[in-house]
C-alpha cells in the first residue's frame, strides 16, 4: 500500500468517523436507537437536541477542524509551530469547540489553558504523518507544540502523543500490537508534560487495553467508557483499533456507544483507515468532501512530503 494512500485515508478517517458520531455524540445506546429508529449504520439527519449547534447532514465537528488547522500550519511553516497555530485558532471561533472566547483570553496574556478533554489527541494525525515510528521524541515534543496551548494537561498531552504514535505506525503498516506498544511508549514520554490533573494514567491503561481487549466485543463498554476526557476517550479509540481491521466497523461501533462519539469515532477511524485505507468507504468519503467542501488528497500529500 502507497504511502500517500494510507495519508489521504488517514485523514478522511478523521473526518468521516468526526461527521458520523457527531450524530450520537453525548447519547447513551439505548437514546441512541431511541432517536434513529434503531443502529445508526449510514449517515442520517442529526438528532442533536442537546447540542447548542445546529448540524447538517455529515457535517464535520471542530474535530476535524481542528485536525485540518494543524495540517495546514505544519504545510506552511514547514514543521509544528505553536506561535503559528495559536494565531489560526484565534482567527476565528470553530463551531463544535467550547471555550474559545476563554482562550483568547488567556492567549493575549500568554497563559496556555489546562482542559483534559479529548481535544488533544483527536487533532494529531498531520503530526503522526509527519514523523516515521523512528522520530517518537519529535513526535512529543510536536505534540506538545500542537496542543498545550488548549490543553496543557499531562493526561491530555499523554493520550495525544499516544494517538499520534500510533498514527505514525499505523502509516508504516505495523501490526496492532506493535501499533499500540509505540502508543503505550508514547504515552509514558507524554506523560512528563502539562501540569498534572490528577487523572489516570494514559500508559497504564492502555498496557490494559494490550493484555485484556480483543476477547470479546460485547464487553468492551464494561471495561471502557467512551467518555470526553482525553485518558478515556484516546483509549476507548485505541482498543477500538485492537478490536476492529475495518475502519467502516470501528467508526459503526464508535457511533453506537455514544459518549464522545464524533471524537473517538475520529480517532480510531484515522488510525484504522491508515493501517488499511480499503476499508473506509469510498461514499462515505464522497459524502463528507461534498457536504463540507473539504479536500484530503493536496493536504496529504504535502504532509507526506516533510515526513521525516
Same mark, same amino acid.
Given at each position: 500500500m502507497k504511502?500517500?494512500?494510507?495519508?489521504?485515508?488517514?485523514?478522511?478517517?478523521?473526518?468521516?468517523?468526526?461527521?458520523?458520531?457527531?450524530m450520537t455524540e453525548g447519547y447513551w445506546p439505548p437514546e441512541i436507537r431511541l432517536r434513529y429508529g434503531g443502529r445508526v449504520e449510514t449517515f442520517l439527519s442529526p438528532q442533536q437536541s442537546r447540542s447548542s449547534h445546529v448540524w447538517a447532514y455529515a457535517e464535520v465537528t471542530d474535530d476535524t477542524r481542528f485536525?485540518?488547522?494543524?495540517?495546514?500550519?505544519?504545510?506552511?511553516?514547514?514543521?509544528?509551530?505553536?506561535?503559528?497555530?495559536i494565531s489560526r485558532i484565534l482567527e476565528k471561533p470553530i463551531k463544535g469547540w467550547p471555550g474559545w472566547d476563554e482562550f483568547k483570553k488567556k492567549a493575549?496574556?500568554?497563559?496556555?489553558?489546562?482542559?483534559?478533554?479529548?481535544?488533544?489527541?483527536?487533532?494529531?494525525?498531520?503530526?503522526?504523518i509527519l514523523h516515521s515510528p523512528a522520530g517518537l521524541r519529535n513526535v512529543i515534543s510536536d505534540v506538545e507544540q500542537a496542543c498545550s496551548c488548549t490543553h496543557n494537561t499531562?493526561?491530555?498531552? *499523554? /493520550?495525544?502523543? !499516544? @494517538?499520534? $504514535? #500510533?498514527?505514525?505506525?499505523?502509516?508504516?503498516?505495523?501490526?496492532?500490537?506493535?501499533?499500540?506498544?509505540?502508543?503505550?511508549?508514547?504515552?509514558?514520554?507524554?506523560?512528563?508534560?502539562?501540569?498534572?490533573?490528577?487523572?489516570?494514567?494514559?500508559?497504564?491503561?492502555?498496557?490494559?487495553?494490550?493484555?485484556?481487549?480483543?476477547k470479546g466485543k460485547s464487553s468492551l463498554r464494561r471495561w471502557l467508557n467512551p467518555g470526553f476526557s482525553a485518558w478515556e476517550g484516546a483509549t476507548f479509540a485505541l482498543a477500538l483499533v485492537m478490536?476492529?481491521? *475495518? /475502519?467502516?466497523? !470501528? @467508526?459503526? $461501533? #464508535?457511533?453506537?456507544?455514544?459518549?464522545?462519539?464524533?471524537?473517538?469515532?475520529?480517532?480510531?477511524?484515522?488510525?484504522?483507515?491508515?493501517?488499511?485505507?480499503?476499508?473506509?468507504?469510498?461514499?462515505?468519503?464522497?459524502?463528507?468532501?461534498?457536504?463540507?467542501?473539504?479536500?484530503?488528497?493536496?493536504p496529504a500529500e504535502q504532509l507526506m512530503s516533510l515526513r521525516k
Amino acid at each position: 500500500m502507497k504511502l500517500a494512500e494510507r495519508c489521504h485515508a488517514a485523514l478522511a478517517g478523521v473526518a468521516v468517523g468526526d461527521a458520523l458520531g457527531k450524530m450520537t455524540e453525548g447519547y447513551w445506546p439505548p437514546e441512541i436507537r431511541l432517536r434513529y429508529g434503531g443502529r445508526v449504520e449510514t449517515f442520517l439527519s442529526p438528532q442533536q437536541s442537546r447540542s447548542s449547534h445546529v448540524w447538517a447532514y455529515a457535517e464535520v465537528t471542530d474535530d476535524t477542524r481542528f485536525t485540518l488547522l494543524i495540517a495546514e500550519s505544519i504545510i506552511s511553516c514547514g514543521k509544528v509551530d505553536e506561535r503559528d497555530i495559536i494565531s489560526r485558532i484565534l482567527e476565528k471561533p470553530i463551531k463544535g469547540w467550547p471555550g474559545w472566547d476563554e482562550f483568547k483570553k488567556k492567549a493575549e496574556t500568554g497563559e496556555k489553558d489546562t482542559r483534559s478533554g479529548n481535544g488533544a489527541p483527536m487533532r494529531v494525525a498531520p503530526i503522526g504523518i509527519l514523523h516515521s515510528p523512528a522520530g517518537l521524541r519529535n513526535v512529543i515534543s510536536d505534540v506538545e507544540q500542537a496542543c498545550s496551548c488548549t490543553h496543557n494537561t499531562r493526561s491530555a498531552l *499523554s /493520550a495525544a502523543c !499516544a @494517538i499520534a $504514535a #500510533a498514527y505514525s505506525a499505523a502509516l508504516e503498516g505495523f501490526d496492532k500490537r506493535d501499533l499500540l506498544e509505540a502508543a503505550i511508549e508514547a504515552a509514558s514520554l507524554g506523560n512528563q508534560l502539562g501540569v498534572d490533573d490528577l487523572c489516570p494514567d494514559v500508559a497504564r491503561r492502555l498496557q490494559w487495553v494490550c493484555k485484556n481487549v480483543g476477547k470479546g466485543k460485547s464487553s468492551l463498554r464494561r471495561w471502557l467508557n467512551p467518555g470526553f476526557s482525553a485518558w478515556e476517550g484516546a483509549t476507548f479509540a485505541l482498543a477500538l483499533v485492537m478490536l476492529y481491521d *475495518s /475502519a467502516k466497523d !470501528a @467508526i459503526l $461501533a #464508535a457511533v453506537n456507544e455514544g459518549g464522545d462519539a464524533d471524537s473517538i469515532a475520529s480517532m480510531a477511524g484515522g488510525i484504522i483507515a491508515a493501517r488499511n485505507p480499503d476499508t473506509l468507504p469510498e461514499e462515505w468519503v464522497e459524502i463528507v468532501k461534498r457536504e463540507n467542501d473539504l479536500d484530503f488528497a493536496l493536504p496529504a500529500e504535502q504532509l507526506m512530503s516533510l515526513r521525516k
